[in-house]
């Protein structure tokens, strides 16, 4: 090795002053002498060009680029935070798909009153650079939960299992249905739960909070749940818990033609669309601490009565269009991300009255509000939550 340094170093300086005929002969000889290849053997001779032991004069001087302005400057990165801090600090790919769509909103309801030229670079601006620009802000935000689920042996037979690849998403109606548990880490004496149905189809996410995981509250948040839907509950499919696993909703699925299926014991990737759900919804807004009173449960409904508009009409989603294995590398490739509002009206499954009620509903709604009103719930939580560590 050392004996290829020593020639490199003597050949350098005559390959920098050398013609181009010249330098490919040097190369042609350097590959002889030292077996390298002749992209290997160009680069080496391009460093030791450059090297300090060469005299002064035949040193390559090195360009220092001059920097460039900023394309984005800080009034673009101020209203991007702004729609990113509204969208639950989407990813670029998702904050992207929506950027003209939130810009209309936010602007019809006073928010914001971006300039054309401002406009137009909010348009302009791509999801890698959206990501890169917002990085050093995600990286200062960044919980693993736990399962309460408990399995419900009564009924199993009478409720047939449907698995993740079993799923016909092309039609608004079926939804899959979880528990999330509020119980601070310590799972000892009743705490506040929260069902969230999500629509397999169109993503249309409802989370309800409850008293805890009685099935009396399930069969009522799925009652109240099913009468304030936009579109009909063709099917629910649930986990294998007590709280689902039982007489009294398979007995209220029976009489309102409610398709009712579970999934496998164990397999979570059966109930993917909704354990997604449990994290981006409900662990991002309410966290993980415990939530017991009577008021702690009020302050929830609230919350999720303002988060379920905000997901469901404002907030993008991707789905998962195909899966492919080549060798040991998956192939994932995704739709382009829009909301469970937009995708419902593309499903034509609503009536024309429907779909006038559903968007002068959109048309009325403020984002920003939206997530001011969320932020405020998330606060009164945090104080009650304090509060109550302190009498503790």
Known sequence: MAERKAVTKVMALRYRRSAKVEKAK???????????????ARRALRRAATAPSLPRGSRRKR??????????????????????????????????????????????????????????????????????????????????????????????GQIPIKTFSDWDD????????????????????????????TDVASGWT?????KNKARRWVIEAIDEIKAGLPFALLGIDSDNGSEFINAHLLSYCEDREITFTRGRPYRKNDSAHV?????AVVRQAVGYAR???????????????????LTNFFCPQAKLVSKSREGARVIRRHDRP???????????????????????????????????????????????????????
């Open 26 to 40: 040097m190369l042609d000889e350097l590959v002889a002498l030292t077996g390298w290849n002749r992209d290997y």
């Open 63 to 156: 360009k220092t680029r001059r920097a460039r302005p900023p394309i984005y400057d800080d009034e673009v990165m101020g209203v991007l935070r702004y729609l990113w801090v509204i969208l639950d600090f989407a990813c670029g790919k998702r904050l992207s798909a929506v950027m003209a769509e939130m810009l209309d909103a936010l602007e019809r309801h006073g928010e914001i009153n971006p300039s054309p030229e401002l406009r137009s670079k909010l348009l302009a601006i791509s999801p890698a650079t959206i990501d890169r620009r917002l990085a050093p802000d995600r990286r200062r935000m960044q919980l693993k939960g736990r399962s309460g689920t408990k399995p419900g042996s009564l009924l199993k």
């Open 170 to 197: 092309t039609s608004p109606g079926f939804f899959q249905a979880d528990l999330v548990g509020h119980d601070g880490g310590n799972t000892a004496g009743i705490f506040a739960q929260t069902l969230t149905l």
């Open 206 to 210: 409802e989370p309800r909070a409850l």
């Open 275 to 279: 354990e997604q759900k449990n994290w």
């Open 291 to 309: 939530y017991e009173t009577d008021e702690e449960l009020a302050v929830l409904a609230e919350l999720y009565g303002h988060l379920r508009l």
């Open 338 to 392: 829009t909301t469970p509002y937009r995708r419902l009206l593309d499903s034509a499954v609503l009536t024309k009255v429907q779909v006038r009620q559903l968007s002068a509903l959109y048309r009325n709604l403020n984002p920003a509000q939206l997530r001011r009103d969320v932020a405020h719930c998330q606060r009164r939580l945090r104080e009650l939550t304090k509060a109550k560590a302190q009498i503790a």
